[in-house]
């Protein structure tokens, strides 16, 4: 699984403003594949994560809507591998 960390923002930090590649969480290119939404599905429902905000620009909204439109087929490929109960 992989680590995920937990961010707070407090009043005058500038870490949204600096963007993701300074905290962290800049684009993954494992989640340009199928695979790699696989495992951020998997990662999710694991972590009882049950909402995500996509934050970003084009690029961003483009990969949340693709998660969004696979969500269901990933979750009956995790449930069908045996990687999840039903």
Known sequence: MT?????TVQPGCDGVVQGG???????????????GRLKA??????????SLVCIGGDGSLTGA??????????????VKTGMLLQ
Do not use: M, P
């Not at 599905?41 to 049950?50: D, F, G, M, S």
């Not at 809507?65 to 995790?78: A, G, K, T």
């Open 3 to 7: 680590q995920l960390s937990h961010i």
């Open 41 to 50: 599905a998997y990662n999710l429902v694991q972590n009882n994560i049950t």
């Open 21 to 35: 590649t300074v905290i962290g969480s800049a684009r993954c290119k494992d989640f340009r594949t199928r695979e």
């Open 65 to 78: 809507n693709l998660f969004r439109q696979e969500w269901l087929s990933l979750l009956e490929e995790l």
